[in-house]
């Protein structure tokens, strides 16, 4: 009876043990914009153009040719006439345990001379021509530039390329755990034409391993422990 007391306890402890795992989870609505429109995304315009959803080589507006979305059928791309600014965003909870992992592909077309960093997101400041993604607090103004950003992603710099071709950009938010942030993607076009797609953005939480009882694991301790009671009655009978 003592030695099956013990393998009963030897067999929870390792059900318990296994059965611990780590719940890994994606916060990001319609990353892949397979919706065919910015459902969970918020578009900010202001001026000429918009944020976009495009499919096939050519720009929503103008037609220029551009690069295909890297995965799927649709990404998100700016395109416009005349000076604006363009941003999109979503909110995300990032969890409390574990760890989150941000990523996104971006895409850029300046057909101006160069990038230039202007007045903030400001297209009424001369000259401003960026791109840029963040992660943001929600509380702060949707083009806030300052202490609303928690941590800069990406951003164009002057005498960077002025065509990037779909490329992955990650950031690790664990620092943010426990709170809500935003994920922005802001353009500002004033010098000419600029075409910045993004797709496949992701944030996937990883939470910290959490011990639970399988259902096979509770039906193994449940036939243990009724052996266990088996062998109990019968030493009782022949005693």
Partial sequence: MQRLGKAILAALIIVLTLSGMAM???LVVNGGFETGDATGWTVVDVGSGSFAIMSGTTTPLNGFTVLPPP?????????????GTHILY??????AGGSTQFSA??????????????T???????????????????????????????????????????????TTISADLSAYAGRTVRIRFAEVDNQLYLNAGVDQVSAVSAEAAVPTMTEWGMIVFMLLAGAGS???LRRRQKA
Avoid: H, K
């Fill in 105 to 118: 592909t971006i895409y850029l077309n300046n057909q101006a001379a160069d990038w230039v960093i202007g």
């Fill in 90 to 95: 979503q909110d995300i909870a990032v969890p």
């Fill in 230 to 232: 088996v062998c109990f």
């Fill in 24 to 26: 890994a989870g994606e």
């Fill in 71 to 83: 995965a799927g059928t649709y990404a998100a791309m700016t395109d416009q006439t005349g000076g």
């Fill in 120 to 166: 903030g997101l400001d297209y009424t400041s001369t000259p401003n021509q960026q791109f840029r993604v963040d992660i943001m607090d929600p509380a702060a103004a949707v083009d806030d530039v300052g202490a609303g950003v928690l941590m800069n992603v990406y951003q164009t710099q002057p005498g960077d390329p002025l065509t990037l071709g779909y």
